[in-house]
């Protein structure tokens, strides 16, 4: 494994801890605590040490300033001791699962920049003719994977929170209440962060795409931009939308986990045979990108309706 597939590997890791925060978005009977303080500490030390994400950072100006800001925030506001989003006791870890939003608006913009970084790397490596070739497979097994459990996520807190909005103004006999204005804002921001994730993806597979398809169909479906199929109601659409990406990612987690873990043993075994800390300096010509901005979405509610304009 040469330098630049290591400091690759090293970044890939990166996304995947990041990525695996969106697990807390899901409602479990349980969560296991080490694997909770092993993304605690990994979040955090990757910034705090002398890593090639911290190399990548402190070479990039002003957006590798705001990126390390973003990051410590997010672990103080979701992480931290302080947190009240994540929260160790007795009885195991504790979820505040009214809060997903706070882990949703950190994870994606982070990992999408840290993705950004990678395509830098990688397209830098081609001109010097290196090979990166079973690093640059892992990090697309780890995109289609991260952009499934995206879709997975956010699409179940759009369904719950369209319910909820929906219910708010039944209660109201359908007229708009600073409750419903306030779940509409926030069906808002799941939209937008959808558009995130399709804004910034790779991926042209069809696969892929006949799945990305179908969310933003849900999305039209839910704010009237889109009628319902012929002889199908919400619940019908909704459920063939959480089918198609649970489908997805029962073909992408195994097919990520069988190429990450080798790379991973082979970046250990590389580290003990060098004896020393992989050096940063070949990331140093990577710079952090902003995320892409999302097309076409609703970013405002409308006051006749509560729900994101068309």
């Known amino acids: ?47 705090n040490e002398k890593t090639p994400l911290k190399s990548i950072i402190d070479n990039s100006g002003e957006n590798g300033q705001k990126l390390e800001k973003m990051i410590r925030d997010w672990y103080d506001e979701v992480y931290g001791d302080n947190s009240t989003i994540l929260k160790l006791a007795d009885d195991g870890l504790r979820v505040d699962h009214a809060q997903h939003l706070a882990i949703f608006k950190g994870a994606i913009p982070i990992h999408e920049n840290i993705e950004a970084m990678l395509q830098g790397i990688t397209n830098d490596a081609a001109t010097k003719n290196l090979d990166v070739k079973a690093a640059q497979e892992v990090n697309l097994a780890e995109e289609r994977l991260y952009r499934a459990v995206a879709y997975l996520t956010l699409t179940g807190e759009l369904v719950k929170l369209f319910g909820d909005y929906n219910q708010a103004r039944r209660e109201a006999n359908g007229q708009e209440t600073a409750s419903s204005k306030f779940i509409g804002n926030d069906i808002n921001t799941v939209i937008q962060l959808l558009g995130q994730i399709r804004g910034n993806s790779h991926l042209t597979d069809s696969a892929y795409m006949q799945m990305q398809d179908k969310v933003f169909d849900l999305v039209e479906n839910m704010t009237g931009r ?24 029962k073909v992408v987690e195994p097919a990520f986990r069988n190429v990450y873990v080798p790379l991973i043993n082979e970046l250990v075994a590389q580290a003990k045979a060098d004896g020393d800390k992989i050096k940063p300096d070949a990331a140093a010509a990577a710079k952090p990108a902003e995320p892409q901005k999302t097309e076409g979405e609703p970013t405002e509610i409308d006051p006749h309706t509560g729900m994101p304009k068309a």
Do not use: C, W
């Open 1 to 47: 494994m040469n330098q630049i597939s290591e400091v690759m590997t090293t970044l890939i890791h990166y996304k995947v801890v990041v990525r695996d925060t969106m697990e807390y978005t899901l409602k479990k009977d349980s969560y296991d605590v080490n694997l909770f303080k092993e993304k605690k500490r990994a979040i955090l030390v990757e910034v």
């Open 226 to 249: 889109r009628d319902l199929p012929t002889g199908k109601n919400f619940g019908d659409v909704i459920k063939d939308t959480q089918a198609s990406i649970a489908d997805y990612v």
